[in-house]
């Protein structure tokens, strides 16, 4: 799949494991940060989500060169849009 996927999460998240094991299931490579163990990722979770710590959020870089996407426990299909985007 062409792109980057990066995924803000927590281990606790149900929502996270979720989208990883559909992300795993369809061959779709992402780079997993978890926001407990890099506080600097914090700030750009908050950002996306009007000053709330909501995980996943997931920014995806589309290969095609295209503006990078941020999205909210995003379904495997939205991730999938964006990375064709």
Not at 4 to 16: I, K, L
Not at 30 to 53: C, F, H, M, T
Request: aromatic content about 4%; glycine content about 8%.
């Amino acid at each position: 799949m062409p792109g980057t996927v990066t995924m803000y999460s927590t281990t606790w998240c149900g929502y996270c494991r979720r989208l990883k094991s559909q992300l795993e299931r369809e061959g779709i490579a992402y780079e997993e940060i978890d926001i407990e163990q890099e506080p600097s990722a914090v700030a750009l979770v908050e950002k996306a989500n009007n000053g709330n710590r909501t995980v996943p959020t997931v920014v995806v870089s589309p290969e095609s060169g295209g503006d990078e996407v941020t999205m909210t426990n995003p379904s495997l299909l939205q991730v999938k849009q964006a990375l064709t985007a």
